[in-house]
Nanobody
Framework: QVQLVESGGGLVQPGGSLRLSCVAS????????IGWFRQAPGKEREYISC?????????DYADSVKGRFAISRDDSKNTVYLQMNSLKREDTAVYYC????????????????????WGQGIQVTVSS
């Protein structure tokens, strides 16, 4: 069955870096777009970033993380990464990766309804 497992979260000081990993199984990763979302305490889940299937090779970022976060993929390892630099306290949240359903190919990657499978989430805390 389809499974997504996040790792790499934890506690980091403001200005620090973390790299999250999303290991996929049960489907061919290179044929799918993968997105990252996050949910801060008391807030709705929000879109952060998406990387298209390997055939298209495009990336997209929310304005809140543009220039600080970088998404990448290693299909040989069935893994998508989210490199997070210059972390701020407001980046504190549970981070989720999700598989975008192949039927969706539009340029707007943000709607959660387009993501069929989700990981369990991993906590990232930015604090001194």
């Amino acid at each position: 069955q389809v499974q997504l497992v996040e790792s790499g979260g934890g506690l980091v000081q403001p200005g620090g870096s973390l790299r999250l990993s999303c290991v996929a199984s049960g489907f061919t990763l290179r044929n799918n777009a993968i997105g990252w979302f996050r949910q801060a305490p008391g807030k709705e889940r929000e879109y952060i970033s998406c990387i298209s299937s390997s055939n298209h090779g495009s990336t997209d970022y929310a304005d809140s993380v543009k220039g600080r976060f970088a998404i990448s993929r290693d299909d040989s390892k069935n893994t998508v990464y989210l490199q997070m630099n210059s972390l701020k306290r407001e980046d504190t949240a549970v981070y989720y990766c999700a598989q975008r359903a192949p039927i969706y190919s539009g340029s707007d990657h943000t709607p959660e309804r387009e993501y069929a499978y989700w990981g369990q989430g991993i906590q990232v805390t930015v604090s001194s």
